[in-house]
C-alpha cells in the first residue's frame, strides 16, 4: 500500500529503524519498520511517501514494512530546528509552538473530538427542529453587560444603519439577534466566535472563544397559569424547567456519542469496534473515574440535580460549619455572585455531578431576563422579601459554570422599566448611549420586539471549550481550541 503522513517519532536499532507515520485521522499512527540499509535518513516532524507491505505485529497491532526504495521525503524537518521531539513537553512550552503543537497526541485528540462533539450537537439541533442562522460579529449591543468588551476602530465606520445601533464591537453574545431570528423561524441555534476584553488568566477563560447558543419559543401546549381558553401568558416556572430540560437532553446525547461502550472498564479486551471519537476520550481520559463519571451523568433514567440559588447558599452556609468538608471560602452574601469555588463545591461534592441552580438575584443578572412575578420567595429562603430572575446556570465538576439559560423578558413595560431604572449602564458599553426613548439607541430594535407579537421564549449558551475540558479531562481550555487568545 502507498501512505503519505509526517512522522511522529523514531526509533533505531542496529538493522532496522521503527517510525511512527500519522496523517492526523487517527489517535494512533501507523508503525513503520524500515532497514537501514536505505540512504535516506529520516527525522521527527518530516512528511514521507511510503510503499510497504502491511503486517500484524507481536503486539497485534498493524505495521508497515517498507522496502529500502519505498521511502521518500516530500518535506525535511531538521532535528536541530524542529521543536516538537519524541520526550515529554510541557503545556507552557507548546503554547510557545502553538502553530505545531497539534502534531502531539494531546492537541490532536482532543481537536478531533472537538469536531465529533460539533457534529453531534448539529445534528440533534437538526433532529430537535431548530434552524441554523448565522448572527454578526460586528455590533453594538453588549448583551451581558459587563462592558469588557472589543471596540472596533474606527467606531462610527457602520453608523447606525440596521436597526440594531451601530456596530462598534466584537460580540460577547449572539442572544439578542437569535431572539429576533426565533420569533420569524420559531427555533434556532448558532456556534459563533465570541469576546471578551476579560483579564481572567485561569484554567477556564479565554479572550476569544465559541459559544453553542439557542432561542425558541415556546409552544402552546405549555401548561398555563390561569383557565380558560385563551390565556395571557404561559406558566414562566415550566418555561425555565423546559430549558433546562433541553441543555441536559442535548448534552446527554453527546455523552452518549463520545463514550466507550464499556466506560467503567475501559481498558477492557472487548473486540467490539471502537469509534474515532471513543478511541480519543479513552486516550486523553485522565483516569478511569472521569469516565466512569461521564456515564453516571449520561445516564438518560436520572436526571441532574437542581435547587435554588437561595438553597445553595444554605448548602454552602452549612458546608463551612462542617470541618470535614473542602470547601474554606466563606458562602456569599444573598445578592452576591457565587466564586469558581462554589460553584465547584456544589457540583464535586454536594451533587457529584451537574447541577443546575436557578433564580438567581436580579441585580447580578442582565437585563434581558424575566423577573419572577412579584418578589420570588422560594421555599428554601428565610422570607426576605427578594427579587429574583427566571435563570439558571449549569454547573459541573471541576469547571464550575458550563451553561447559562433563562426565560426572556417577553412584556415590553417590564423590559422597558428595568433598562429605564439601570440607566442602560449594563446594556451598553458606550456610558454615553443614547436614550432609551430615543431611535439611535443601540437597544431600542431590541425593546421594540416586544411591540410586534411579542410572546414568552427562552434560551442558553455553552461555552464550547469548557464543555469540550468536561468531557475530555483536559484540564485547560487553552489546549480546547486550536489557538488560543488570552491577555497578556
Known sequence: ISLTGYIKSIRKQKNITFGVLSDGSTQPGLQLVLPNSGSVQLSNGCTVAVNGTLAESPRRQPELHVS??????????????????????????????????ARTDKIASTLRLRARIKKILEGWFDE???THVHTPVLTGNDCEGGGETFGVVPADFFGSEGGDGAASHLTVSAQLHLEAMAWALGRVYTLNPCFRAERSDTSRHLAEFWMLEAEWNFPAT??????????????????LMQVCDTVEHALKHVLADCLPSSPDSPDSTSSAPISLPQQDLSFLSPSPSHLI??????????????????????????????????????????????????????????ARGPIFVYDYPASIKPFYMRRNDGAKIDEHSDGANRQTVSCFDLLIP???????????????????????????????PDPDAPALSTKDHPLNWYLSLRKHGS??????????????????????????????????
Not at 222 to 239: C, E, I, N, V
Not at 316 to 334: F, G, H, M, Q, V
Not at 402 to 412: D, I, K, N, P, Q
Request: glycine share 8%; aromatic share 8%; charged share 20%.
Open 68 to 101: 529500502p526504495d519505498g521511502l521518500r521525503i516530500i518535506g525535511p524537518s531538521p532535528p536541530s530546528t524542529y521543536p516538537i521531539q519524541k520526550q515529554a513537553l510541557s503545556t507552557e512550552y507548546l503554547r510557545t509552538n502553538v502553530h505545531l503543537r
Open 128 to 130: 430537535e427542529g431548530f
Open 222 to 239: 405549555q401548561t398555563f397559569t390561569t383557565p380558560g381558553p385563551a390565556p395571557a401568558t404561559l406558566d414562566p416556572r415550566s418555561h
Open 293 to 350: 463519571a461521564l456515564a453516571r451523568a449520561a445516564d438518560p433514567s436520572t436526571s441532574w440535580a437542581r435547587i435554588s440559588y437561595t438553597h445553595a447558599l444554605e448548602i454552602l452556609n452549612a458546608a463551612t460549619k462542617d470541618s470535614t468538608t473542602p470547601l474554606r471560602l466563606p458562602p456569599p452574601e444573598w445578592g452576591s455572585s457565587l466564586a469558581s469555588e462554589h460553584e465547584r463545591y456544589l457540583a464535586e461534592t454536594y
Open 398 to 428: 471541576r469547571i464550575g459554570e458550563l451553561a447559562g439559560g433563562s426565560v426572556r423578558e417577553e412584556r415590553y413595560e417590564v423590559l422597558e422599566r428595568v433598562l429605564s431604572d439601570e440607566n442602560v449602564a449594563r446594556a451598553s
Open 455 to 488: 410572546s414568552p421564549h427562552g434560551g442558553f449558551g455553552i461555552g464550547f471549550e469548557r464543555l469540550v475540558s468536561w468531557i475530555s479531562g483536559v484540564e485547560n481550555v487553552k489546549e480546547c481550541i486550536p489557538v488560543p487568545r488570552t491577555a497578556g
